[in-house]
Structure formats: C-alpha cells, structure tokens
C-alpha cells in the first residue's frame, strides 16, 4: 500500500525568506503524480503545484517550486520569498495509476510566515 | 471555476442522532470524496464514488454511509452519530478517473461536534 509521511508538523519563517517542507512516500508504481496542496485558517483546501514522475523537470509555480527526487520517493515544496499569506496548513498527496482518482495524504505541516 | 459547496461550515449534534452532510459541485464531475480532517492524521478518506448510484469504501467507512442520486450531489450520512466522530469533513469532487485530469477540487469543509 502507497504511504505518504510529512515528518515536519509545524514550521516557520521570516516573511520573504525561503522554506523547505519535506514529504516522503512508498509506491512500488511507476506512473503516478504528487501534489501539494495549501489549506489557508478557515478557508478552502486548493492545488499549489503538481508533479508527474515521468517528468524528471522539477514543476514549478511562481514561488513555488518542488524537488523531485523519484529514486528516493521524495518530493519536497520549496516557497521562495514568503509572504504572510502562505500561512496555512500543506498537504503533500499522492496519486497512483491504480487509486482510482484517490488521493493518499500526508499528516500536514502547519507553516507559520512571522512578519 | 470549481465551486464545491457544503451545506453546514458548523455543526453540533447529540450522540445517537442521525447526520446528514450535504456536498453539491457545479463542473459536472465524475468523482466526489469524503474525507475527514484529524490533526496529526491528514486527511483520511471515508466513501468516494465515480458515478451516479455509485460507491466504494475508503479507509474509514465504518459509522457512515454516503448516497449519490445526482451527479453534483454527495451526501455523507451518520446513523448514529458518535463522540468519536467529532471532525472537520471535506467534500472534493475531480474529472473522470485517470491520471490526466486529476486535480480534486474541495469545499470548505463542516466542523461536526458530536456531544
């Protein structure tokens, strides 16, 4: 069975600093994608950036970028120059061929930006 | 955009009560999931189903039981409501199954207090 585990439950850092939350996971597939999603205080859960493991190009979305490490199942989210509202809760998730449009979650790790 | 709307952002109901929690999407989606929110534990998926009338177990079935009469419409139902299952719930919803169109898109959830 697929696991994803977020070993970091709370972090923090200065705004405009970079942070780095780390996420690993265990498939024994070869096709799948990755994801992190952002769940802000009280409001809704929403895609920051995605990653298909057949693409060895890192995904990146404006200030956020990943590290893809496939051999190692890890796939950690990197926030460039962070801003007060990257405050939330992040979800990293994984999607095999065979889940059936199910996504297995980490536990979280809640990310305090300090102004 | 993807509009997935709960009907309840708070609920409080008494051990025993029958619950039902409603989930409506409007982008004609194939798929619509229930999970439960715990800290520490992610988010762990309970029922999810791929089409009218259909539905399969998640992780976490036991204690509850979902319905699906209309496409853009996901009910998860508590017989009989526990302590135990005091939890914030999550409805998300995503295109049909396969890897390409893979994005869930989610509601903003209902925080059920069970007394």
């Known amino acids: 069975a697929q696991t994803v585990t977020q070993s970091q439950p709370e972090m923090s850092v200065q705004e405009a600093e970079t942070v780095t939350l780390s996420c690993t996971y265990d498939t024994s597939e070869s096709n799948y994608y990755l994801f992190w999603y952002k769940q802000p205080p009280s409001r809704q859960m929403i895609l920051v950036i995605r990653?298909?493991?057949?693409?060895?190009q890192n995904a990146t979305e404006n200030r956020f970028s990943v590290n893809f490490q496939k051999a190692a199942k890890s796939f950690s989210l990197k926030i460039s120059d962070s801003q007060l509202g990257d405050t939330a809760m992040y979800f990293c998730?994984?999607?095999?061929?065979?889940?059936?449009?199910?996504?297995?979650f980490g536990q979280g790790t809640t990310l305090q930006v300090k102004p | 955009d993807v509009k997935v709307t709960q009907s309840s952002r708070y609920l409080v109901k008494r051990t025993g009560e029958k619950v039902f929690l409603e989930c409506v999407q409007d982008m004609d989606h194939e798929n619509m999931f229930w999970y439960r929110q715990d800290p520490g534990l992610g988010l762990r998926l309970i029922y999810f189903s791929y089409d009218v009338k259909m539905k399969e177990k998640g992780d976490i079935p036991e204690g509850y039981s979902v319905s699906r009469e209309k496409k853009e419409r996901f009910s998860l139902i508590l017989e009989s409501a526990s302590t135990n299952q005091t939890s914030m719930y999550l409805c998300?919803?995503?295109?049909?199954?396969?890897?390409?169109?893979?994005?869930?898109?989610f509601g903003p959830g209902t925080r059920l207090t069970v007394l």
């Open positions: 998300a919803s995503s295109g049909p199954e396969g890897l390409a169109d893979n994005e869930q898109f």
């Open positions: 990653q298909e493991a057949y693409k060895q």
């Open positions: 998730a994984f999607l095999g061929s065979s889940n059936t449009g199910k996504l297995i």
